[in-house]
């Protein structure tokens, strides 16, 4: 019996110490909960505040990843995007774009609301069906962030998967590391096989992006719109879609910033402004993407952006 109990023992130990280790050292257990939208396809479940991997997320009353919609006739501005704009879960709230041209607006003497209108692998259809169920807030300007790839990015409407979207706190953190990131590393756990998916024609998305734009005008609000390149665009040029959604842009009149240069000139000085895949922003990255934002309201001519 003393065997037994020793092991128990043992084993509860373990379980404890592995329980600490994932939540407390790999910041597991309390991921940003997504939800399905018949519409908008999914989004971030609304009235969250979670810490993950060291970062806090706070996603308000609407789903924006943002502090509360304002109450007292602050000014609004809505900055609507994809995985860029949002950061995930490798970016803390205070270290967001959307977060530092609020601190900066405010630091002017200008107060503003910035709301982070955004969900990862987004696209136009996903953004002006958001647009549509909860409106504008009110907003005084509107800026779009785009990538390239946005150009195609159509939605699926899938069920959502766990291991990206989950919909449910797990009942432990180290539950979490064992059914969601462990199979990633081990493909016979069932890690190893994607689902296969239907490429996009390049272009698919261009017409939900022209009915983006006409819905933001249709509201009489200053529209701009920030062109985000990837690292190995910067090298290479524009990929297709990059190319068609400039020339969509342009047709559309919509003013655009290009985000090449500035982080084409973080990257000449030595900066680290993409993380470790190219595309996302890094905190470095972040920084630069608040100067396009701001450049986006010198655009519009919304006072205090300069």
Same mark, same amino acid.
């Given at each position: 019996?003393?065997?037994?109990?020793?092991?128990?023992?043992?084993?509860?130990?373990?379980?404890?110490?592995?329980?600490?280790?994932?939540?407390?050292?790999?910041?597991?257990?309390?991921?940003?909960?997504?939800?399905?939208?018949?519409?908008?396809?999914?989004?971030?479940?609304?009235?969250?505040?979670?810490?993950?991997?060291?970062?806090?997320?706070?996603?308000?009353?609407?789903?924006?990843?943002?502090?509360?919609?304002?109450?007292?006739?602050?000014?609004?501005?809505?900055?609507?995007?994809?995985?860029?704009?949002?950061?995930?879960?490798?970016?803390?709230?205070?270290?967001?774009?959307?977060?530092?041209?609020?601190?900066?607006?405010?630091?002017?003497?200008?107060?503003?609301?910035?709301?982070?209108?955004?969900?990862?692998?987004?696209?136009?259809?996903?953004?002006?069906?958001?647009?549509?169920?909860?409106?504008?807030?009110?907003?005084?300007?509107?800026?779009?962030?785009?990538?390239?790839?946005?150009?195609?990015?159509?939605?699926?409407?899938?069920?959502?998967?766990?291991?990206?979207?989950?919909?449910?706190?797990?009942?432990?953190?180290?539950?979490?590391?064992?059914?969601?990131?462990?199979?990633?590393?081990?493909?016979? @756990?069932?890690?190893?096989?994607? +689902? !296969? =998916?239907?490429? #996009?024609?390049?272009?698919?998305?261009? $017409?939900?992006? /022209? %009915? &983006?734009?006409?819905?933001?005008?249709?509201?009489?609000?200053?529209?701009?719109?920030?062109?985000?390149?990837?690292?190995?665009?910067?090298?290479?040029?524009?990929?297709?879609?990059?190319? @068609?959604?400039?020339?969509?842009? +342009? !047709? =559309?009149?919509? #003013?655009?910033?290009?985000?090449?240069? $500035?982080?084409? /000139? %973080? &990257?000449?000085?030595?900066?680290?402004?993409?993380?470790?895949?190219?595309?996302?922003?890094?905190?470095?990255?972040?920084?630069?993407?608040?100067?396009?934002?701001?450049?986006?309201?010198?655009?519009?001519?919304?006072?205090? +952006?300069?």
């Amino acid at each position: 019996m003393r065997i037994v109990a020793w092991g128990l023992a043992g084993a509860l130990g373990l379980l404890v110490g592995g329980e600490a280790v994932a939540r407390l050292v790999l910041g597991l257990g309390t991921p940003p909960l997504s939800m399905a939208h018949p519409t908008i396809e999914y989004l971030f479940r609304p009235g969250q505040d979670v810490m993950r991997f060291g970062n806090r997320q706070t996603y308000n009353e609407v789903g924006m990843r943002s502090g509360p919609l304002p109450r007292d006739g602050t000014p609004v501005i809505l900055v609507v995007g994809d995985s860029i704009v949002n950061g995930g879960s490798e970016t803390d709230q205070a270290e967001l774009a959307t977060e530092i041209l609020r601190r900066d607006l405010s630091g002017n003497g200008r107060p503003a609301f910035v709301g982070n209108v955004s969900a990862g692998s987004w696209g136009p259809a996903n953004q002006l069906a958001y647009l549509r169920e909860f409106g504008t807030s009110d907003a005084e300007a509107v800026i779009l962030v785009l990538s390239s790839h946005d150009a195609s990015d159509v939605p699926a409407f899938a069920p959502l998967d766990p291991a990206t979207h989950p919909t449910r706190t797990p009942p432990l953190a180290l539950w979490e590391a064992v059914t969601r990131y462990l199979p990633r590393y081990l493909p016979d @756990l069932g890690g190893g096989t994607a +689902a !296969e =998916t239907k490429t #996009p024609a390049p272009g698919a998305a261009l $017409g939900d992006l /022209a %009915a &983006l734009v006409g819905e933001v005008r249709a509201k009489g609000l200053p529209l701009c719109a920030a062109h985000h390149w990837t690292e190995e665009e910067l090298g290479a040029g524009l990929t297709e879609d990059g190319r @068609l959604l400039a020339a969509a842009l +342009a !047709e =559309t009149g919509v #003013p655009v910033v290009d985000g090449g240069p $500035g982080f084409e /000139a %973080a &990257l000449a000085v030595g900066g680290s402004p993409y993380r470790a895949d190219g595309l996302h922003p890094s905190v470095e990255g972040q920084a630069i993407l608040a100067d396009l934002l701001r450049g986006c309201l010198e655009r519009l001519g919304v006072a205090g +952006a300069g």
